[in-house]
């Protein structure tokens, strides 16, 4: 694939990251051509008939992805919220090395490599996989979403709820995780191959938030900072319920994250990172940014 111009295939591009991410390819100037990958039949032929490359790829089915591998030569590798990524990893590598794709874009997790809740565990392992198939790869680390804030910290009858007590942890915007993927994929192997580059912009806690939220709402919010178990509580009394795109495992796993930030175990996630600034050359997007453009997450 020396002389001929390189094919993305993006997975999840009908997903948050993953629309994102084809996003910020169209906006590059590089030689290249992006194949959005979809599991629904429909979706692909929607996409055919608007002129856009793409291919059709069950991650559950092994016997879908060669086909969908052909000319391909870089993968942004983005799994869903199941203990299935680790299986459909696997199969999707093995099938990468047979079709000789050269690089492998992995959006993985905010870890060190010793990680003990399950989800992040899952990442690491594929990680680990990646980097000894003999494909060129590099290791995409954001720390939470943004997208998370609401979800962290609800609001319930005016107050601000928090289950990891007062502690705090790092966000980025998925925006900016998309902008380090293309800008990743488009350079190449030749630029980021081997790399781990670990994104987070702001680093907050529920009094950061709720004052944030009180700012752009112009009204006082009060906070409570709560444990883990006053969660498990409010979801068994279904006051509060878990996101809902996620399976049991998946969502088991969170409830694990939560009591790690909380006890202490996930310290390591409380820091930022000037590795956005470095890649791209701008600032990442600020929290109050964020929460600006998504006040209406926030019913107060």
């Known amino acids: 694939m020396e002389n001929q111009i390189p094919r993305i295939l993006v997975l999840g591009a009908t997903g948050a990251t993953g629309k994102a991410v084809v996003k910020e ?4 100037s590089e030689k290249f051509e992006v194949v959005l990958a979809s599991r ?4 692909v032929v929607l996409w055919t008939k608007e002129g856009m490359s793409s291919v ?4 559950n089915d092994a016997r879908t992805i060669p086909d969908a591998l052909k000319g391909i030569s870089r993968i942004y590798l983005v799994t869903g919220y199941t203990v299935d990524m680790v299986h459909q990893s696997k199969t999707l590598v093995d099938s990468a090395q ?4 050269e690089f492998i ?11 003990t809740d399950p989800h992040f565990t899952w990442h690491e392992i594929i990680e680990r996989y990646i980097e000894t198939s003999g494909i060129a790869w590099c290791n995409l680390h954001p720390n939470t979403f943004y997208g998370m ?3 962290m910290y609800p609001v319930g009858n005016g107050t601000m709820l928090s289950f990891t007590g007062e502690k705090k942890t790092g966000y980025v915007a998925v925006e900016d995780i998309a902008a380090v993927a293309a800008l990743v994929l488009a350079q190449g192997p030749a630029v980021h191959a081997g790399k781990n580059y670990y994104l987070s912009t702001e680093n907050v806690n529920v009094t950061d938030v709720a ?3 009180a700012e752009i709402k112009g009204k006082v919010l ?8 006053a969660l498990i509580a409010a979801i068994r009394q279904g006051h509060l319920s878990l996101p809902d795109d996620r399976e049991d495992k998946y969502s088991e796993s969170g409830i694990e994250w939560i009591k790690q930030v909380y006890d202490g175990r996930l310290d390591s996630l409380a820091v930022t990172t000037t590795t956005f600034e470095n890649l791209v050359g701008r600032s990442g997007i600020s929290l109050k940014e964020w929460i600006g453009n998504n006040i209406g997450l926030f019913q107060l």
């Open 149 to 151: 804030v609401p979800v």
């Open 105 to 115: 874009v992995h959006l993985g997790i905010f870890g060190n490599g010793k990680m």
């Open 40 to 43: 629904k039949l429909e979706q």
């Open 222 to 229: 009060p906070y409570q900072a709560n444990n883990p178990e």
């Open 211 to 213: 004052s944030i939220v």
């Open 98 to 101: 047979d079709a000789g794709v």
């Open 25 to 28: 390819l169209e906006s590059r």
């Open 56 to 59: 059709y790829i069950d991650l």
